[in-house]
């Protein structure tokens, strides 16, 4: 139902008049205009970042371990999430264990990998795949040494953000990072509902444009954790003013977003700034009240509908 629910929004885009992230500039309408901001907001977080050499574990569990820290000059959030748990197989009633995955992913590549393929091997994890939100410069700024450090580790990207990939050594100028080229037949192509598997960890993709054409988010819901990229934030949600944002398609993933089974309890692992869950932000984040309202009565009427046709 929610696969034809997203569909259902692609086609009827809403009106978002009334919705501005709160950490974009009002009165923005020049692309060197948000730039600036988006330098201003993001500098003095930069500078403790500079400073840091330590990956912090975010959140473990007995199957799970997320560990990250910001990145670069715009302070951009990398993850590494590995499964700790055993993998495991099932013959009829009997479920076997064999020896402990120990796969780990990335979310996104905002730097060289030294410090997070440090981390691994300290704690005998093995870099399988590289899963990337979308291509904007920050998040892809350390991807070309990460290819090349682990040549076996899968690359991932929406293929709407094709484009956004290949203009990010140029773009990446504007923020004065300097980023290598990546080729699109170095990355696998992901959809809306594909389903990426480390060790015993389920990775859905969520295709989420707004902040950019091939924006996607990672669900992974046996453990309520969600990795919303630059779409949804503490307090607030993604910017549309840079190039390939769009307002009304980032009113959509929103609603799209909260139409999935997230518990309160879900930890949101934003693309910048500090970790929170869908409890606090369904309370406290005045941009998701319309989304909220607007997925509970398309929820409803596609239930009705269901019950209707049954």
Not at 256 to 275: K, R, W
Request: glycine letters at 6%; charged letters at 20%.
């Amino acid at each position: 139902m929610l696969r034809l629910l997203h569909a259902g929004l692609c086609r009827s885009p809403a009106s978002v008049s009334a919705l501005r992230p709160a950490h974009t500039l009002v009165g923005v309408r020049t692309l060197s205009q948000a730039v600036r901001d988006v330098r201003a907001q993001m500098s003095e977080v930069a500078q403790s970042t500079l400073k840091s050499t330590q990956l912090n574990v975010l959140f473990e569990s007995a199957d799970v371990v997320v560990a990250g820290r910001p990145t670069g000059a715009l302070a951009m959030n990398q993850y590494m999430v590995a499964c700790k748990a055993r993998a495991r197989a099932r013959h009829g009633s009997l479920i076997f264990f064999s020896q402990h995955t120990k796969q780990a992913c990335f979310i996104d590549a905002g730097e060289s990998p030294s410090i997070f393929g440090h981390w691994a091997a300290t704690n005998g994890f093995s870099l399988s795949k590289v899963l990337l939100t979308h291509g904007h410069p920050d998040h892809v700024a350390g991807l070309r040494e990460t290819i090349d450090t682990f040549p076996q580790a899968d690359v991932y990207l929406h293929e709407e953000d094709q484009a956004t990939l290949s203009e990010a050594p140029e773009f990446g100028k504007t923020f004065d990072l300097t980023i290598y080229p990546v080729y699109w037949d170095e990355v696998q192509s992901i959809s809306d509902g594909d389903v990426l598997q480390v060790g015993n960890l389920r990775f859905e993709c969520l295709h989420t444009p707004g902040h950019c054409a091939g924006h996607v988010c990672f669900y992974e819901r046996q453990h309520q954790l969600f990795f919303a990229g630059d779409t949804l934030f503490k307090d607030t949600v993604g910017r549309t003013d840079l190039p390939g944002g769009n307002r009304d398609q980032m009113h959509q993933s929103l609603v799209y977003i909260m139409s999935q089974e997230l518990q309160d309890n879900c930890v949101i692992f934003p693309g910048h700034m500090a970790t929170t869950t869908f409890g606090r932000e369904r309370r406290f984040n005045l941009f998701l009240k319309r989304p909220i309202a607007q997925a509970k009565r398309l929820i409803a009427a596609m239930a009705s509908q269901q019950a209707q046709a049954q």
